[in-house]
């Protein structure tokens, strides 16, 4: 595609379900990262893929997150019993490669747990 | 560890004037990248301007333009000629040469008035 794609735009949900968020790539790039943004605040790093492995995943913040991805496409992560400090808005970026390259982001999910 | 720091929260421009949003950073390394991104209310995250830090000369976009310091750790983001479409948060990153995570400050709002 022509840019980084999310899914879905907005998830509300309740406090204890599990959800997924989506990112597609730009096809082509090799290397993918997912940011936390929380409200008013910069972006946090949570983990980055190069192909399918993940060589850094300090910045997850629980064992409730987990992320996946499939070759050099398609990642999903995941929010296993959701609590109210995980809302935020949840940002896909990916580059040609993992260093020295410049990240392209796409338009965020944001996540609202009740 | 790298930290980055945006220490104006807020700034306001004229239309058609000009306005510098400051940046500073902290990191033991010699080799790495400085970005400056901007965030609309889309929340879409979108490339204003790359520096790398070996380079001396100073990187210029159009009517966005940053002043490197690298001895002072200073990148801050000159914005000429400020249109209402330049009204975002901006966010100053940086990126290790060998880590793929980008590290972000809180941002600066701008708002540009007409």
């Known amino acids: 595609g022509a840019g980084v794609s999310q899914s879905p735009s907005n998830k509300v949900t309740e406090k204890g379900k599990d959800v997924e968020l989506r990112c597609d790539p730009i096809s082509g790039h090799t290397a993918l990262y997912w940011y936390r943004q929380r409200l008013g605040q910069g972006l946090e790093f949570l983990i980055y893929f190069q192909g399918n492995s993940a060589p850094d995943k300090s910045g997850l913040p629980s064992d409730r997150f987990s992320a996946e991805r499939t070759g050099e496409s398609v990642s999903t992560l995941t929010i296993q019993r959701t609590q109210q400090e995980d809302s935020a808005v949840y940002l896909c970026?990916?580059?040609?490669?993992?260093?020295?390259?410049?990240?392209?982001f796409g338009p965020g999910t944001r996540l609202l747990v009740l | 560890a790298q930290t980055v720091t945006q220490s104006q929260p807020e700034m306001s421009v004229q239309e058609a004037e000009t306005v510098t949003l400051s940046c500073t950073y902290d990191?033991?390394?010699?080799?790495?990248?400085l970005f400056w991104y901007k965030q609309p209310p889309s929340r879409q995250m979108i490339l204003v301007i790359r520096?790398?830090?070996?380079?001396?000369q100073n990187a210029t976009e159009n009517r966005f333009s940053v002043n490197f310091q690298k001895a002072a750790k200073s990148f801050s983001l000159k914005i000429s000629d400020s249109q209402l479409g330049d009204a975002a948060m901006y966010f100053c990153?940086?990126?290790?040469?060998?880590?793929?995570?980008?590290?972000f400050g809180q941002g600066t709002e701008l708002s540009v008035k007409p």
């Open positions: 970026a990916s580059s040609l490669e993992w260093y020295q390259e410049t990240q392209y």
């Open positions: 990153a940086f990126l290790y040469n060998q880590g793929g995570k980008l590290i």
């Open positions: 520096q790398e830090a070996y380079k001396q």
């Open positions: 990191t033991s390394e010699s080799d790495y990248y």
